[in-house]
Nanobody
Framework: QVQLVESGGGLVQPGGSLRLSCAASRMIFSVYDMAWYRQTPGKQRELVAGISVGGSTNYADSVKGRFTISRDNAKNTVYLQMNSLKPEETAVYYC?????????WGQGTQVTVSS
């Protein structure tokens, strides 16, 4: 069974940085498009950033220039570097892996941006 395990969340002050990691196992990581989503209570899960098999990236407009998604196929890991964080970006951040009809989610990691 595919596993996606997120880490790196926590409490950070406004303007601070965090780096999230998502380690994948029991899957051929290199054939999956990977993405990060986030969700706050009462709201729909929203796409933050995605990276394709070929390395193409896309970002939500709200995070462009501040967040960077990357992947290391040798380590079966996708990262999300988050800079200049804002309080409204407090959310649970989820890792997603997608290939064809296969679609997997991690359990999420809490990011809290607060002074």
């Amino acid at each position: 069974q595919v596993q996606l395990v997120e880490s790196g969340g926590g409490l950070v002050q406004p303007g601070g940085s965090l780096r999230l990691s998502c380690a994948a196992s029991r899957m051929i990581f290199s054939v999956y498009d990977m993405a990060w989503y986030r969700q706050t209570p009462g709201k729909q899960r929203e796409l933050v950033a995605g990276i394709s098999v070929g390395g193409s990236t896309n970002y939500a407009d709200s995070v462009k220039g501040r967040f960077t998604i990357s992947r290391d196929n040798a380590k079966n890991t996708v990262y999300l570097q988050m800079n200049s964080l804002k309080p409204e970006e407090t959310a649970v951040y989820y890792c997603n892996a997608r290939a064809g009809r296969a679609n997997f989610w991690g359990q999420g990691t809490q990011v809290t941006v607060s002074s």
